[in-house]
């Protein structure tokens, strides 16, 4: 396992569970700003534990779309990616200042400008349909895996020639 995990940590249209609806095009300027370096991945919205890295964030028709690296070197990362591997993990929370949204009259909280700073892996996501996935691993990142694995650990000297064979020497 490398980590790697995909899911959408947004869905466009669809009121979460504290009633904030996002819109398409809401995450917009702060990615083209901040890009997925500039967005940190984290574990339950702690700031004390950043668990790996954002590949990359984009917006689809859907929603915010990610993919992601738990940093296996950090023990709470490998925690987590054993959780979501068995299914026990899979929640996406989105962590943000909201920069433009309108209330309606049913009380939901439309949201069409956010500056997003942090996205967390989470147990109990806010938007029940934010999700990550870590069995659809791309085929290029499974190759990369694969490559690691099967490459030698360290650089050896390489073997020496064998001596060249010696005819016997003729009888006379």
């Not at 396992?1 to 899911?7: A, I, L, R, S, V």
């Amino acid at each position: 396992m490398d980590g790697h995990f995909t899911g959408y940590a947004s869905l466009f249209g669809v009121p979460d569970l504290g009633r904030d609806v996002v819109a398409r095009g809401a995450f917009a300027e702060s990615l083209r700003r901040r890009g997925a370096g500039g967005v940190r991945l984290l574990w339950q919205h702690d700031p004390a534990e950043p668990i790996g890295r954002w590949l990359s964030l984009d917006e689809d028709a859907r929603g915010l779309r990610v993919e992601g690296r738990l940093n296996l070197a950090v023990q709470r990362a490998r925690e987590v990616d054993a959780l979501m591997r068995e299914g026990g993990l899979d929640g996406l929370s989105i962590g943000f200042r909201t920069v433009r949204a309108s209330p309606d009259r049913a009380g939901y909280r439309h949201l069409q400008a956010v500056d997003l700073w942090e996205i967390s892996l989470v147990t109990f996501p806010l938007q029940p349909g934010a999700r990550a996935d870590a069995g659809a691993v791309p085929l290029a990142a499974e190759i990369r895996s694969l490559a690691r694995r099967l490459a030698p650990r360290r650089r050896c000297a390489p073997l020496p020639r064998p001596a060249p064979k010696l005819r016997p020497a003729a009888r006379a």
